[in-house]
């Protein structure tokens, strides 16, 4: 019932941009904490980001500080990942997922937090 939808992955040359979408349907996506994971074939999921249901407060992975921004539009029912300066590294299926945990003004990377979880979506970054 509680669903969430990735798109906006694709291919792009190292260096490029891509903005990443998380679809809400059958919940109301303002009451939760957003993250967002990744996952490359043969690794550990790797939690990235993260944003508070207030939208307020963010944290980042080291790996993608600087080069990644999650952001939220309620009225839209939809979070995003904007993604800069792509790196061969950041190749990997990318899921969003819903933490109905975490106070309004805070959110936490932490896996056991996330419920309902996005099919994902696939960013390669290849010359």
């Known amino acids: 019932q509680l669903q969430l939808v990735e798109s906006g992955g694709g291919l792009v040359q190292p260096g490029g941009s891509l903005r990443l979408s998380c679809a809400a349907s059958?919940?109301?996506?303002?009451?939760?904490?957003i993250g967002w994971f990744r996952q490359a074939p043969g690794k550990d999921s790797e939690a990235i980001s993260c944003?508070?249901?207030?939208?307020?407060?963010?944290n980042y992975a080291d790996s993608v500080k600087g080069r990644f921004t999650i952001s939220r539009d309620n009225a839209k029912n939809t979070a995003y990942l904007h993604i800069k300066n792509l790196k061969p590294e950041d190749t990997a299926v990318y899921y969003c997922a819903a933490d109905g945990l975490s106070h309004p003004t805070m959110c936490t990377r932490s896996r056991g937090h996330f419920g309902s979880w996005g099919q994902g979506t696939q960013v390669t970054v290849s010359s």
């Open positions: 059958g919940f109301t996506l303002r009451y939760y904490a």
């Open positions: 944003i508070s249901s207030s939208g307020g407060s963010t």
